[in-house]
């Protein structure tokens, strides 16, 4: 799908404010409520919006413990990364989980309610995935960034 200043502009509106009525998104992207709609619906018909959600306050929520794990497997074990890919999406404590180049195979993104819970993970289940080689966690004191969820569409 080929994508104008228009789209542009709707999507990263609609990334800053996932609720906006129609009219309030034609009005600031300087469309007719009509013409607005039938390119909201395209665009999530060609997969560009997938979807809309509520972001959650993970400490107000008793999430207080973030880390960053990285991970290393056996490679010579047959379907390692199968296996474990499999492994990861069964744990609910991973939030997000990359195959990055380097000295690891993996980055996981964890969220603990504190730091017995994540302990708890790391010991009971993240130590026990077979082909476990090496495990280095980072837990995160301060976030001074995180726009994962937005693109950097600009204003179009």
């Not at 080929?2 to 998104?25: C, E, K, M, P, W």
């Not at 600031?28 to 060609?46: D, K």
């Not at 809309?52 to 497997?73: H, K, M, N, P, S």
């Amino acid at each position: 799908m080929q994508v104008d200043a228009i789209d542009t502009r709707i999507l990263a509106a609609l990334q800053s404010n996932g609720r906006l009525s129609n009219q309030d998104l034609a009005d600031q992207v300087a469309l007719s409520p009509s013409a607005c709609l039938r390119r909201v619906r395209t665009l999530e018909e060609s997969g560009l919006i997938r979807g809309y959600r509520a972001e959650l306050d993970a400490a107000a929520l008793g999430f207080e413990l973030e880390a960053i794990v990285q991970v290393t497997l056996d490679r010579s074990r047959e379907d390692w990364h199968g296996e474990f890919m499999q492994q990861v999406q069964a744990f609910e404590e991973v939030t997000a989980a990359y195959v990055v180049t380097g000295p690891c195979n993996y980055i996981l993104q964890l969220r603990c309610r504190n730091l017995a819970a994540f302990s708890d993970f790391i010991v009971e289940k993240l130590n026990k995935v077979p082909g476990m080689r090496d495990i280095c966690s980072h837990l995160v004191m301060k976030t001074l960034k995180d726009t994962r969820d937005h693109l950097p569409l600009g204003r179009g």
